[in-house]
């Protein structure tokens, strides 16, 4: 099947040369992981969360790669990303979290796009722009994040009143605050606010999990589960074994190889100091390439014990040595076997063991900020198909 591609509003980098680094996305690997969140899932169905680009992975080889695994049901931020996906999966469900724009009903029922409607005010404008025809939308109460959705009380109090009976088909969801921790008093605040929500609403569907909220064992069982992090690979059970395939994989080449004598410093700002005499390699991947420039080696990370960046070179773990430039990264690649560590050979940055989650921690920040922050100038390489045919 041919699906249509719009190189426009797909980041790739169209003429990547022998020194781009390399992203390899798995869509057999993502297809597989929404199949394991959906069995495993005491929800009815599952939908996919797809907003930032299906979290840098690209929409419009992601969607196809969900559908064609069972997926029919999608989530994205706002109207630009649900109208990609609406054009590589013409049959799609596809809510809008961002909710109504103002004044931008009558565009999300013309492109067949359902918002998340997160107050009074856009209840009313979606209502209107139906003009009786009753769409689809759903609900977004907000049970503890305090970002969007209406509050529990108000939501109740406009159920009473039959606020809500202009709606068509209505999701009435929630979004979890903490669910990676499933220890979290929060948790089962939300799990009852919600449980109250669904005997006020009788008749709506209902969606409460996020990847992690799949797998905690007190949530309520609802009509589906909206999981983005953990079909890319990252680990909705963070204190645990990562039970998801790895989607993604990032290598860079080595462009030069140098040893320095003990006492010599690398990179801008000479932040790091070798201890002793050292052989350093450059890679060509740099923060420009949406590698947080926070992951680099100095040596006040080294004295405080704070982690920071590192790759596998011949399958050894190298630190990162000095902070790193727009293009470059210095790696400390005095461990690893000669033969991997010279010119034209790769580093691997993720894969292999070292998972998003690890290198969202060694940045000092978090995996789905590596994942949505993935650039565009790497050469993409797309495998498999999301039926997990080839594997
Ligand atoms: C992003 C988002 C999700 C997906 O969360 P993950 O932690 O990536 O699984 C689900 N629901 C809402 C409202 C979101 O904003």
């Known amino acids: 099947m041919t699906l249509p591609h719009d190189e426009a509003a797909a980041p790739s980098n169209d003429l990547p040369g022998a020194d781009a680094a390399t992203l390899t996305i798995d869509l057999d690997a993502l297809g ?12 009815g169905a599952c939908a996919a969360v797809v907003k930032a680009n299906a979290y840098g992975t690209g929409i419009e ?13 999608f989530f994205v931020a706002q109207v630009s990303e649900g109208r990609r996906v609406r054009r590589v999966d013409p049959a799609a ?9 103002p004044g931008g009903a009558g565009e999300l029922v013309a492109a067949n796009l359902r918002p998340v409607l997160g107050s009074a005010e856009e209840v009313r404008e979606w209502i209107a722009a139906c003009g009786g025809s009753a769409l689809p939308a759903a609900l977004h109460v907000d049970t503890g994040m305090n970002r969007l959705g209406l509050p529990v009380e108000e939501a109740l109090a406009l159920a009473g009143e039959g606020a ?30 919600f449980r109250a929500l669904m005997r006020a609403f009788p008749g709506a569907r209902t969606s409460f999990a996020n990847s992690s909220g799949g797998f905690l064992p007190d949530a ?31 290598e860079a080449t080595i462009l030069q190889v140098r040893e320095i004598p003990a006492g010599a410093g690398a990179g801008y700002g000479t932040h790091w100091t070798a201890p002793g005499p050292r052989r350093l390699a450059t ?3 740099g923060y420009a390439d949406g590698y947080p420039r926070a992951a680099g080696g100095t040596d006040a990370k080294i004295a405080a014990g704070t982690p920071y960046g590192q790759a596998l070179v011949g399958g050894v773990r190298c630190p990162f040595a000095g902070v790193l430039s727009m293009d470059l990264t210095i790696l400390d690649v005095g461990d690893a076997p000669e033969a991997s560590a010279r010119r034209g050979e790769t580093a691997v940055l ?42």
């Open 32 to 43: 597989a992981n929404w199949r394991l969140l959906r069995d495993r899932s005491r929800d």
């Open 93 to 101: 469900e596809i809510y809008l979290l961002d909710g109504l724009p």
């Open 61 to 73: 080889r992601a969607v196809p790669a969900l559908a064609k695994a069972g997926c029919r049901t």
């Open 220 to 250: 309520p069982a609802c009509d589906l589960a909206r999981p983005g992090y953990s079909l890319y690979g990252g680990n909705p059970t963070p204190h645990h074994e990562n039970p998801m395939r790895p989607v993604i994989r990032l």
């Open 164 to 193: 809500f009976a202009g709606l068509g088909d209505t999701l009435l969801m929630t979004h979890l605050v903490v669910a990676e921790d499933p220890g979290h008093p929060i948790n089962a605040r939300q799990a009852e606010a």
């Open 350 to 391: 993720i894969g292999d063991g070292l998972e998003i989650d690890e290198v969202g921690m060694r940045a000092g920040t978090i995996g789905y900020e590596i994942l949505t922050g993935l650039g565009d100038r790497y050469r993409r390489v797309y495998v498999g198909d999301g039926s997990g045919a080839g594997g």
């Open 283 to 285: 890679i060509a991947l």
